[in-house]
């Protein structure tokens, strides 16, 4: 069995099915990923900019990301489901596309980064300059990607 | 109506519109970019609007939050504009007449009328509850309004790219008034 097999089934499912029957659903659900990609643009935006010292300099990241921290959890959970039901309905398609392969590989970079670097470091209120300058821009670079690979999936 | 059809027809017969809408990459790139901001306009003003409900960043004085975080969506809001008016100048006359869109102009409107109402009413005692966790009734109602509605922009304006209720297609009255069509199909006179 070949990834392209279960690709191939996944899009067989009942629940595949059912998406793409639907004139609403599909829709529907992409709204949904879109407004919780607002919630999280903003949630990630807001500790970045801290590191970049662009923000909220007079406090510390540690605070900033305890604030932000249940809105990205929350939407990046609503963004991986409503995008694992987009890619059920369709998921052949995305097989072929390039800019899909490109986006779950960003993502996974991301969330990684995001997860297990970016926020444990802003708890640990860092003083060097550089090094959250960088740990900012490497979050916005790669969160970028996805976001723009996300977009070229209707495109390629 | 009839001279904002003209304007938009002939805009759309401008060479350069119908270059931009027949470009292989132009036109994705700048709607890329339009959909990417939403990221640092929307997402900026949602924090606010968090902060002003008492969901978050409840240390951080409103004042603050507003200073260092709103020129980030001004920034936003003005790629937003320019890109967005590219998009309009693509695809002007199927835009103007798209149910979608009109919608999104009112949800906007309502948007910068929940601005002003803000700027003029909510903040006037503002030093008083400036550090306080839980902003007063009138803030909080603001924030809702901006939340739900620059969420619905993002909606209304995602749902431009369905043709369900596309002039060229049979539409009941209501969407052919609504939309504007300049030649609607009745959904109901079509004989089968």
Not at chain 1, 41 to 54: E, S, V, Y
Request: net charge positive; charged share 15%; proline share 4%.
């Amino acid at each position: 069995m070949t990834l392209y097999d279960v690709f191939q089934a996944i899009e067989k499912t009942p629940l595949g099915a059912a998406l793409r029957e639907s004139l609403w659903l599909f829709p529907a659900i992409e709204a949904v990923h879109l407004l919780a990609l607002a919630i999280f643009g903003g949630a990630l935006l807001i500790l970045d900019l801290r590191l970049l010292g662009l923000g909220l300099n007079t406090f510390t990241t540690s605070s900033i990301e305890r604030s932000a921290r249940p809105w990205q959890i929350g939407s990046v959970v609503t963004l991986v489901v409503t995008g694992v039901l987009l890619g059920v309905s369709e998921a052949v398609k995305l097989y072929d596309k390039y800019a899909f392969w490109v986006k779950m590989t960003a993502l996974l970079a991301a969330l990684l980064f995001t997860f297990l670097v970016r926020n444990r470091f802003a708890v640990r209120d860092p003083k060097d300059g550089l090094a959250m300058k960088a740990v900012a821009i490497a979050s916005l670079a790669v969160w970028f990607t996805v976001a723009a690979a996300g977009r070229w999936i209707g495109y390629s | 109506m009839d001279s904002v059809e003209k304007f938009v027809t002939w805009l759309g017969d401008t060479a350069s519109s119908v270059a931009l809408h027949e470009s292989l990459y132009m036109y994705p790139i700048i709607e890329s970019i339009h959909v990417i901001a939403i990221t640092l306009f929307v997402g900026t003003i949602a924090m606010v609007d968090l902060r002003l409900l008492g969901l978050s960043f409840r240390d951080v004085p409103v004042s603050t939050m507003t200073s260092r975080v709103l020129p980030w969506t001004v920034a936003g809001f003005v790629v937003m504009i320019v890109t967005g008016l590219l998009l309009f100048y693509a695809i002007p006359v199927r835009t103007f007449h798209s149910v979608w869109f009109r919608t999104k102009m009112i949800f906007l409107l309502v948007a910068f009328i929940n601005i002003w109402f803000f700027h003029r009413y909510v903040r006037r005692d503002q030093p008083k509850w400036d550090t306080r966790a839980m902003p007063p009734l009138g803030s909080r109602i603001s924030a809702v309004v901006s939340l739900t509605v620059w969420l619905m922009v993002i909606v209304m304006g995602r749902f431009i790219a369905y043709n369900w209720f596309d002039c060229d297609r049979p539409q009941t009255h209501f969407v052919a008034w609504y939309a504007g069509c300049p030649a609607p199909i009745y959904a109901d006179e079509i004989i089968q």
